[in-house]
C-alpha cells in the first residue's frame, strides 16, 4: 500500500502527544507508538486492513481437514467464518473442541502479526435455546476454553454490532429489551435538548425522534424484530418483549399530542399520521429481503437468506421463538394479507406491503370502534371524521400538528379530538361513575361530553361569541366533523381559551 491515502492515515498518528492524569495532576506528555485514538473513526477500517485474511486463514486451515466446525449454512453449505465487523471479532463454532482449536489458530494469528488479544474481555456464550441461562453458563464454564493459556469467562450475553444474543432466550426477548434500554436514555436527552432550546413544533419534534430515538430503537429491527412484528399482525400483543419497544414510541406520540397514557394506541397512532413501530420493522425487512434475493449467490448475504428459507419449509412445527427469519417474515406478512411464497423466493413489492399495512391499520381502528364500551374510538372515528376516515388518510398527520407550534394550544385541541378531554365524560372514569351520571358541573345540563363541551354548556357561551366565525357558518345540525373542518390554529386558540375557563371555574368551585 502506497499513495496519498497512506500518507494520509500516516499523518493522523505522526504526532500523538498524551499524558496520564494522576492524583498529583498530569504527568509530562509523551508519543503515543501502540494503538489507536479512542473514537476514531478510521478504527473499523484499519482493522479490516489489518486482519483481513484471517477469515481467509481461518478458512483455508478448515478446508485442509482442521476440524474447527464452523457452522454451516443449510442449502448452499457454505461455512460461516469469523465476524469481523467494525473492531470486534466473533468465533462460532458448533462444539467446544471446534472453538478451541480455532481460538488456537487465532492466537498464532496473532503471534505472527504482532497481535494483542485481551483474554479479560474475551467471554464465552454458548447460543444453546433448550438449556436455562445457568445451565447453559456451567455448561460453556466446564468447557475450560483458553486463549492464550488463559480460562475465559463464560456469560449469559454479548453484544455484537449493538445486538445482544442471549444463552437461553430467542433473539428477540433479548434484543428487543436491551434496544429500547438503550433508546429510552437517547429520549430523555432527545426531551431534555428540546426543552431547552424550546423546540414545540411537533413536525420537528417527530424528525428528532426518528433520527435520534428510534435509529437507536429500532437498530437491527429487521432481523430481530420479525417474531414479534408477526404477533402484533396476528393480535398476540401478549409480548412483553415486543411492548417494551413499541411502548417507547406511543408514549412519545402521546406526549407530543398533551393526551393521557390511556388514550386507544389506534387513535393516537391516527392522529400523528404514524404507522405501529412493527409496521416499521416488516418494512425494513421487506427491503433486506429483496437485497438477498437479488444478491450474487456467491454472496454471504444470499447463502444465509437461502439457509433461512430452506429451514423455514422444511417439515415439522416450531413454535414462533425457534422459526426461522424467513418464516417469521412470512407469517408477518400473511397476517396483513401478503402472500410470501417462500418456495420460489421473490423480491416483494413494497408499495403492496405499504398499502396491506394502512388496511390493516385501518381495519384495526375500525374493529375496535364496533366493541362494547370504546366510547372514545366511536368519538374519533364517528364524531372527529364523521365515518370518512380511510387509509390514505392514516398516514396523514391532523392539520394542527402542522401549523400550531405552542404545546399549550396544540395539546387542548388533541385532548378533545381524541377523547381525552378534561370532562366528566372522561374523568368519571377514574371513580368509576356511571357514563350516564357524568353530569356536567358547571350546568347539569347533560353529559359532559366534547360535544356538550363545545356546542352546549353556557359556562362558554362567551367564548361561542368572540370565536363567532367558528360557529356560524355550520350547518344544522351541527357535528363535531363539521366544526373540526376550521382552520386549525383557530381551532387551537378556541380550545386552549375553553380548557383555560374550565379551569377558572373548577377552581372557583373548589374554593367554595
Known amino acids: 500500500m502506497s499513495g496519498s491515502w497512506l500518507r494520509a492515515v500516516q499523518a493522523l498518528y505522526a504526532d500523538v502527544p498524551m499524558a496520564v492524569r494522576t492524583t498529583g495532576g498530569l504527568s509530562p506528555c509523551f508519543q503515543a507508538r501502540l494503538g489507536l485514538k479512542q473514537g476514531c473513526p478510521f478504527s473499523p477500517t484499519l482493522f479490516g486492513l489489518y486482519i483481513d485474511d484471517l477469515e481467509a486463514t481461518m478458512l483455508a486451515a478448515a478446508q485442509r481437514g482442521a476440524r474447527l466446525d464452523l457452522p454451516r449454512l443449510r442449502g448452499s453449505g457454505g461455512m460461516v467464518p469469523p465476524l469481523l465487523y467494525a473492531d470486534d471479532t466473533t468465533l462460532l463454532a458448533t462444539s467446544a473442541d471446534g472453538l478451541q482449536r480455532q481460538l488456537d489458530l487465532l492466537q498464532q494469528y496473532c503471534e505472527q502479526w504482532g497481535l494483542t488479544v485481551n483474554a479479560a474481555k474475551t467471554k464465552l456464550v454458548l447460543l444453546s435455546g433448550q438449556r436455562t441461562q445457568q445451565a447453559a453458563v456451567d455448561t460453556a464454564q466446564r468447557a475450560a476454553l483458553s486463549l492464550a493459556g488463559q480460562p475465559l469467562e463464560a456469560v449469559s450475553s454479548f453484544k455484537y454490532l449493538g445486538i445482544t444474543f442471549h444463552a437461553s432466550s430467542c433473539i428477540a426477548g433479548a434484543a428487543a429489551p436491551a434496544r429500547a434500554v438503550a433508546a429510552q436514555a437517547a429520549m430523555h436527552s432527545c426531551n431534555a435538548r428540546c426543552a431547552a432550546l424550546g423546540v414545540e413544533a411537533a413536525p420537528l419534534q417527530l424528525r428528532l425522534f426518528s433520527t435520534m430515538v428510534d435509529a437507536v430503537l429500532s437498530?437491527?429491527?429487521?432481523?430481530?424484530?420479525?417474531?414479534?412484528?408477526?404477533?402484533?399482525?396476528?393480535?398476540?400483543?401478549?409480548?412483553?418483549?415486543?411492548?417494551?419497544?413499541?411502548?417507547?414510541?406511543?408514549?412519545?406520540?402521546?406526549?407530543?399530542?398533551?393526551?393521557?397514557?390511556?388514550?386507544?394506541?389506534?387513535?393516537?397512532?391516527?392522529?400523528?399520521?404514524?404507522?405501529?413501530?412493527?409496521?416499521?420493522?416488516?418494512?425494513?425487512?421487506?427491503?433486506?429481503?429483496?437485497?438477498?434475493?437479488?444478491a450474487e449467490q456467491s454472496s454471504l448475504l444470499w447463502q444465509a437468506m437461502t439457509a433461512s428459507v430452506a429451514l423455514a419449509v422444511a417439515p415439522g412445527h416450531r413454535i414462533p421463538a425457534r422459526q426461522p427469519w424467513a418464516q417469521q417474515l412470512a407469517a408477518a406478512l400473511a397476517a396483513m394479507g401478503v402472500q410470501l411464497d417462500l418456495h420460489q423466493p421473490q423480491p416483494v413489492c413494497k408499495a403492496e406491503v405499504q398499502s396491506a399495512c394502512s388496511a390493516w391499520q385501518l381495519k384495526q381502528l375500525q374493529d375496535a370502534?364496533?366493541?362494547?364500551?370504546?366510547?372514545?374510538?366511536?368519538?374519533?372515528?364517528?364524531?372527529?371524521w364523521g365515518g370518512t376516515l380511510d387509509a390514505a388518510s392514516l398516514g396523514t398527520r391532523a392539520a394542527y400538528l402542522m401549523v400550531v407550534r405552542e404545546r399549550s394550544r396544540r395539546a387542548p385541541l388533541a385532548q378533545l379530538r381524541t377523547g381525552s378531554h378534561w370532562g366528566a365524560e372522561e374523568t368519571g372514569r377514574w371513580d368509576k361513575t356511571p357514563p350516564e351520571q357524568r353530569l356536567c358541573r358547571h350546568c347539569g345540563g347533560g353529559v359532559e361530553t366534547v360535544?356538550?363541551?363545545?356546542?352546549?354548556?353556557?359556562?362558554?357561551?362567551?367564548?361561542?361569541?368572540?370565536?363567532?366565525?367558528?360557529?356560524?357558518?355550520?350547518?344544522?345540525?351541527?357535528?363535531?366533523?363539521?366544526?373540526?373542518?376550521?382552520?386549525?390554529?383557530?381551532?387551537?386558540?378556541?380550545?386552549?381559551?375553553?380548557?383555560?375557563?374550565?379551569?377558572?371555574?373548577?377552581?372557583?368551585?373548589?374554593?367554595?
Open 219 to 294: 437498530y437491527g429491527s429487521e432481523v430481530w424484530g420479525m417474531q414479534l412484528a408477526a404477533a402484533s399482525a396476528a393480535g398476540k400483543t401478549s409480548s412483553t418483549a415486543g411492548s417494551k419497544a413499541e411502548r417507547l414510541h406511543l408514549a412519545h406520540l402521546r406526549r407530543l399530542l398533551g393526551v393521557r397514557q390511556g388514550t386507544p394506541t389506534a387513535v393516537v397512532l391516527a392522529e400523528a399520521g404514524e404507522r405501529p413501530l412493527w409496521q416499521r420493522w416488516v418494512l425494513r425487512a421487506v427491503k433486506l429481503w429483496n437485497l438477498a434475493v437479488t
Open 369 to 384: 370502534a364496533t366493541r362494547e364500551g370504546a366510547s372514545k374510538l366511536q368519538h374519533y372515528t364517528q364524531g372527529v
Open 451 to 512: 360535544q356538550h363541551i363545545i356546542f352546549d354548556c353556557p359556562l362558554y357561551a362567551g367564548l361561542r361569541t368572540r370565536f363567532s366565525d367558528l360557529f356560524c357558518l355550520l350547518p344544522e345540525p351541527r357535528t363535531l366533523h363539521a366544526f373540526f373542518q376550521q382552520p386549525p390554529a383557530r381551532l387551537a386558540t378556541f380550545a386552549a381559551s375553553l380548557k383555560l375557563q374550565w379551569q377558572v371555574a373548577h377552581d372557583a368551585a373548589v374554593l367554595l
